[in-house]
């Protein structure tokens, strides 16, 4: 059998559709339908393994689908202005047959989460390959999502588990934080910072004086690994004029030196910290889009919200109101950004779901029924990546033998593993209902090929380290 990273690009390859589209599961009924938020990390895996083609694909069906929701947001918009709430089936919906058109079932179909991870995914996707003329052809869809998230994000809608419908969740909202916050920050820098980001993209030696500036703005990003965009810019412009009275050469010098560790640095949760910089510095074509700052203010009004409501007891909890975990909350950190690794309250919140979540795998949350409740491998490939960015990836690495025991002799990933479950008297009940679980789930490969380049990741971070 060919190692699960190769099966896992070949599945994923495989079950995209023809229109772009990812399958969630091709042999599970209910699941032949692709979802912007499973979509959108199967894409992001893509774009890790190198494979920026099928990632490509994917925002432009994207696209696709979401111009013809303009109507249905214009509407939300009409019926909030007129001071009446729109119902459940006047939002666009979480998942589209795979030929875009959206299936009319009782699916509980307004979920907002996807919509901010798809914005996140594409400022990935631009991060990667700079590739901003693909920014310029979903400009529209992009605008539209904004709006919608704008006008909706305070309304309860059902979680990332597609429950709850009557709440909010801190982990949904963490996604339209950084979703907003990405496609706040890829518009004010028109892509520039994208491009000098994007791994592949990173030049030898610097091109211009522009790539001089940002080199080492992104350097002393990665290496402070500061949260605090004007300190990065400082820490930039203090490089910069130490070598202002250099020759042009000790520059390039200086930022070969530099780019290398910037390279290795994980570039996308830096990738606006460097926009940023790069604008400050004067980067070309960072010019500012004027809506650029109400989007990152607005990015920022969800931040405090859920800092403000999403918290008790010292950590996040798993909805308003229900102060039960949940494994999605490790996106809070990981990779929305709400709050560094290392915050307390996500430290807290990582002991939580240790204790009470993390066995092999890792469960949804304590009360969960479905397939008995089981464990599943894309949240503990979640766990290994949020060990890698704090620090801790021999922790991961357990979680990742995990894993690959959990493919079949197919070399398939399952949705979820039945060994420990929550509930046993549930399993039967869903297998009478929808037959076995879904496998494969294309969005346990994406994970699994997350985790994969993560440790491969830290493992090149500590070797630079020991040098
Ligand atoms: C999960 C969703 C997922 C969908 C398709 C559901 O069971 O709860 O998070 O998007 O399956 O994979």
Same mark, same amino acid.
């Given at each position: 059998?060919?190692?699960?990273?190769?099966?896992?690009?070949?599945?994923?390859?495989?079950?995209?559709?023809?229109?772009?589209?990812?399958?969630?599961?091709?042999?599970?009924?209910?699941?032949?339908?692709?979802?912007?938020?499973?979509?959108?990390?199967?894409?992001? #895996?893509?774009?890790?393994?190198?494979?920026?083609?099928?990632?490509?694909?994917?925002?432009?069906?994207?696209?696709?689908?979401?111009? %013809?929701?303009?109507?249905?947001?214009? %509407?939300?918009?009409?019926?909030?202005?007129?001071?009446?709430?729109?119902?459940?089936?006047?939002?666009?919906?979480?998942?589209?047959?795979?030929?875009?058109?959206?299936?009319?079932?009782?699916? +509980?179909?307004?979920?907002?989460?996807?919509?901010?991870?798809?914005?996140w995914?594409?400022a990935e996707?631009?991060a990667?390959?700079?590739?901003?003329?693909?920014?310029?052809?979903?400009?529209?869809?992009?605008? !539209?999502? *904004?709006?919608?998230?704008?006008?909706?994000?305070?309304?309860?809608?059902?979680?990332?588990?597609?429950?709850?419908?009557?709440?909010?969740?801190?982990?949904?909202l963490a996604?339209?934080y950084g979703g907003l916050a990405a496609a706040g920050r890829l518009?004010a820098c028109?892509?520039?910072a994208?491009? =000098?980001v994007?791994?592949?993209?990173?030049?030898?030696? /610097?091109?211009?004086?522009?790539?001089?500036?940002?080199?080492p703005a992104l350097c002393a990003v990665e290496s402070s690994r500061c949260a605090d965009v004007a300190e990065a810019v400082e820490a930039a412009e203090a *490089?910069?004029?130490?070598? #202002?009275?250099?020759?042009?050469?000790?520059?390039?010098?200086?930022?070969?030196?530099?780019?290398?560790r910037a390279?290795?640095a994980a570039p996308s949760s830096y990738a606006g910290h460097a926009a940023h910089a790069a604008r400050a510095l004067? #980067?070309?074509?960072?010019?500012?889009?004027?809506?650029?700052s109400?989007i990152a203010g607005?990015a920022e009004s969800i931040r405090e919200y859920i800092l403000?409501?999403?918290v008790?007891?010292?950590?996040f909890?798993?909805?308003?109101?229900? +102060?039960? *975990?949940?494994?999605?909350?490790l996106w809070l950190a990981v990779p929305f950004a709400v709050v560094e690794p290392s915050d307390p309250l996500m430290l807290?919140t990582v002991?939580? !779901?240790?204790?009470?979540?993390?066995?092999?795998?890792?469960?949804?949350?304590?009360?969960?029924?479905?397939?008995?409740?089981?464990?599943?491998?894309?949240?503990?490939?979640?766990?290994?990546w949020y060990?890698c960015r704090a620090g801790?990836?021999?922790?991961?690495?357990?979680?990742?033998?995990?894993?690959?025991?959990?493919?079949?002799?197919?070399?398939?990933? /399952?949705?979820?593993?039945?060994?420990? =479950?929550?509930?046993? #008297?549930?399993? /039967? =009940?869903?297998?009478?209902?929808?037959?076995?679980?879904?496998?494969? !789930?294309?969005?346990?490969?994406?994970?699994?090929?997350?985790?994969?380049?993560?440790?491969?990741?830290?493992?090149?971070e500590?070797?630079?380290?020991?040098?």
């Open positions: 059998m060919p190692d699960l990273r190769d099966r896992s690009i070949e599945i994923i390859q495989r079950y995209q559709a023809q229109s772009g589209a990812y399958v969630a599961c091709p042999n599970f009924a209910p699941y032949r339908f692709c979802w912007l938020r499973d979509g959108t990390f199967t894409a992001y #895996a893509m774009d890790r393994a190198g494979h920026h083609d099928s990632a490509r694909r994917f925002y432009l069906w994207v696209d696709s689908v979401l111009r %013809r929701e303009a109507r249905r947001v214009d %509407r939300i918009a009409d019926l909030l202005a007129c001071g009446q709430a729109p119902d459940h089936r006047d939002m666009p919906p979480t998942r589209y047959r795979l030929d875009g058109v959206p299936e009319e079932d009782k699916w +509980p179909n307004f979920q907002l989460d996807g919509y901010g991870t798809w914005l995914g594409l996707h631009v990667m390959t700079g590739d901003t003329t693909l920014l310029e052809q979903v400009r529209k869809s992009v605008d !539209l999502t *904004i709006r919608y998230l704008s006008l909706c994000w305070k309304m309860p809608n059902y979680d990332c588990w597609e429950e709850f419908g009557d709440r909010l969740h801190p982990a949904t996604c339209l518009l028109g892509g520039a994208a491009q =000098v994007g791994v592949s993209e990173v030049p030898k030696t /610097p091109r211009t004086a522009c790539t001089a500036h940002t080199g *490089i910069h004029a130490t070598q #202002a009275t250099c020759a042009t050469c000790a520059v390039d010098v200086a930022w070969a030196a530099h780019v290398d390279v290795h004067g #980067a070309p074509g960072a010019s500012n889009d004027p809506n650029a109400g607005l403000d409501h999403g008790a007891q010292g950590r909890v798993k909805s308003l109101g229900n +102060p039960s *975990i949940d494994a999605s909350l807290s002991e939580e !779901l240790e204790r009470r979540l993390y066995h092999s795998g890792v469960h949804r949350y304590p009360e969960d029924t479905y397939y008995g409740g089981g464990e599943w491998p894309l949240l503990a490939c979640w766990l290994g060990y801790r990836p021999a922790s991961a690495a357990p979680i990742l033998d995990w894993v690959e025991r959990c493919a079949n002799e197919r070399g398939e990933l /399952p949705e979820q593993v039945s060994d420990h =479950v929550n509930d046993p #008297a549930f399993l /039967p =009940v869903w297998h009478d209902r929808w037959g076995p679980v879904a496998t494969p !789930l294309l969005w346990s490969h994406a994970m699994y090929l997350v985790l994969l380049d993560e440790l491969a990741k830290a493992h090149v500590a070797t630079h380290a020991s040098v």
